[in-house]
């Protein structure tokens, strides 16, 4: 018997609803890469403060019962009450595409654009409990699954500032709530080496108290040449130096690349901090300008003798080791994961 579609059979999802009942839509999937997602959309709000030139000090900790805390000394997320009716705090948390990201004069640059990042973190928690501190007082909410379950209250006065999120990963929607050491301390890493001047703290309150990685810092004044010194740390390189290019404008670019005796190619490319692992229009460009100038290369050296000598792209990228990186105030993403470039006039620029 057929069903009758009508009116009534349209659903309108409120709130926060629809991401519970569609992660993958908004993180990817729920399986660990998901679980991980969730950590990288909070500290992508930290890494943000940290463009904008307010935070210098990132504390990443999964404690003894698998909860993750991002702490920053940031400005804070504003505490004053939002013209929606509720604090800012409870608007950045539970509202989708609600945010500072969609204001020019708040962030230039950020990764976070879409304004669906911590509020899905919170959406897909069982719980999530977060301090502020800011303009010389203390404050915290909690919420369960996406809701708020307590007011924001201020806890008392501080000298500090800054923002500290704590959320276990929801049992009801994920495969598995055991988050990975190695994958969370790769990701930190890359995003230190990308950010020299930021100070990162990674802990795992899981390990033994005398195990040697329970608690990492990471800070690379080197930038992306330590960058591509650490990626060919095991390799035998061609050139002693990683050959770095730089440029601010119209866009700011930052290459670092590096020859070994390899036979592989590595090519690491990033926007506003985000590992786009699909590559993307900056990406490409790289790829094409590089070709392109080592071809002009062998034939000035050749003095034109063979005309006809056409080296691959394949060929010129052989034995690169490469971190391609740009800043963009508009970046232009494939899907909220953000894994590939689509801003078509980044190729040209890069």
């Not at 950020?110 to 990042?117: N, P, W, Y």
């Amino acid at each position: 018997m057929t069903q009758e579609y009508s009116a009534s059979s349209i659903k309108i999802l409120e709130g926060l609803e629809a991401v519970r009942k569609r992660p993958a839509m908004y993180i990817g999937s729920t399986d660990v890469r998901g679980l991980h997602h969730l950590v990288w959309e909070v500290i992508d709000n930290s890494v943000d403060e940290a463009l904008a030139g307010h935070c210098s000090l990132i504390q990443v900790t999964v404690t003894s019962e698998n909860r993750i805390r991002v702490q920053d000394n940031g400005r804070g997320i504003p505490c004053d009450m939002h013209e929606s009716g509720v604090s800012g705090v409870e608007v950045v948390m539970t509202k989708l595409h609600a945010g500072g990201k969609f204001d020019d004069n708040t962030y230039k640059v950020s990764a976070g654009l879409h304004g669906v990042g911590v509020s899905c973190v919170n959406a897909l928690s069982s719980e999530l409990v977060v301090h502020v501190a800011r303009n010389g007082k203390l404050h915290r909410q909690r919420f369960v699954r996406g809701e708020a379950a307590s007011p924001l209250e201020i806890l008392g006065d501080t000298t500090e500032r800054g923002t500290m999120v704590e959320f276990q990963p929801d049992g009801e929607i994920f495969e598995t709530l055991v988050f990975e050491r190695h994958t969370l301390a790769s990701r930190l890493r890359d995003l230190a080496f990308l950010n020299p001047e930021l100070n990162i703290l990674f802990t795992d309150e899981r390990l033994p108290e005398d195990d040697p990685l329970r608690q990492e810092k990471f800070h690379f004044p080197g930038g992306l040449e330590a960058y591509v010194e650490f990626l060919d740390r095991k390799r035998t390189c061609i050139h002693p130096k990683p050959i770095r290019i730089s440029s601010e404008s119209p866009i700011p670019v930052d290459i670092a690349m590096q020859y070994n005796d390899s036979y592989n190619e590595v090519v690491y490319s990033f926007v506003n901090n985000v590992h786009t692992t699909d590559g993307g229009t900056h990406e490409t460009g790289f790829k094409a300008a590089l070709t392109r100038v080592v071809n002009q290369y062998a034939q000035t050296k050749l003095g034109g003798k063979l005309k006809d000598l056409s080296i691959e792209g394949d060929d010129a990228r052989e034995g690169l080791t490469a971190v391609v990186s740009v800043k963009l105030a508009e970046p232009q993403f494939e899907g909220q994961t953000k894994h590939k470039l689509g801003n078509s006039e980044v190729k040209s620029q890069v």
